[in-house]
């Protein structure tokens, strides 16, 4: 098992010592959940954490807006991105697919995704060296995953991928869209058998309300915990709510 100094903290109150001081350095892990779960929240404070720690970090989107992320994060938690930005402690980069705009060969469609996936990792290796970032996001592979309709296609993509991220020497973490009619931990259900750690988000039922939840499923060389952990989005970040806090 890793060493407490080989952990990165994940900047979530009460997480780390759920994962024997928080993710392997190093590694990839995925963040799964179904929409609002609190997804970006988690992906956000992770980088948080580091800017503070003194280990700059890249958030890569694929999905949102940066501006639009930057907003809801200052609104949420008062966090100012773009000061930090300023300070070269984070990056922001936007990656979005170009979808093909008419049918393609199978040889063709393994060529766009080889493409693909190379300009996506060589943009977050100049980014990393530009910063000499420490920590990555990347929010969300499911766009990756709908681009890439071939199964197998998609999964020798993500492993390429996930390979290139640990190549590069960062902690990455990637969060994943679950379908609201589906039981993944992903939108193809590909990526969590190739990442080292998986974070399941939930939202359940209580009384009249919906509380949010989260279980490690798996983290490799970790002895992690096993129960479902209630959680709250509070105006100074994310905090694993104890039971006996309940």
């Known amino acids: 098992m890793a060493k407490e100094s080989d952990r990165v903290s994940t900047g979530i109150a009460g997480l780390d010592a759920k994962m024997q001081g928080g993710l392997v350095r190093g590694s990839a892990n995925l963040v799964a959940g179904k929409t609002g779960t609190g997804k970006t929240a988690l992906c956000v404070s992770f980088l948080y954490r580091g800017a503070l720690d003194g280990e700059p970090g890249v958030y890569v989107t694929t999905e949102q807006n940066e501006a639009d992320v930057k907003r809801d994060i200052n609104v949420m938690f008062g966090w100012d991105l773009e000061a930090l930005e300023k300070k070269r402690l984070l990056k922001f980069i936007s990656i979005k697919p170009v979808l093909p705009m008419k049918r393609i060969s199978e040889d063709q469609l393994a060529q766009t995704t080889k493409i693909y996936v190379f300009d996506i990792s060589d943009r977050i290796r100049q980014a990393v060296k530009e910063l000499k970032a420490k920590r990555v996001v990347v929010d969300s592979v499911s766009v990756i995953e709908m681009f890439i309709k071939d199964e197998y296609i998609s999964k020798v993509a993500l492993m390429q991928f996930i390979e290139n991220m640990k190549a590069i020497g960062v902690t990455s973490l ?46 490799r060389r970790t002895d992690h915990s096993t129960l479902v952990h209630p959680f709250e989005i509070t105006k100074d970040g994310l905090k694993v709510i104890e039971v006996k806090d309940i």
């Not at 939108?187 to 949010?212: A, C, H, Q, W």
């Open 174 to 219: 990637l969060s994943g869209s679950v379908p609201e009619t589906s039981d993944a931990l992903s939108g193809r259900g590909v990526v969590e058998y190739i990442v080292d750690s998986i974070i399941k988000l939930n939202l359940i039922p209580v009384t009249e309300e919906f509380k949010r939840t989260l279980l490690i499923r798996k983290m």
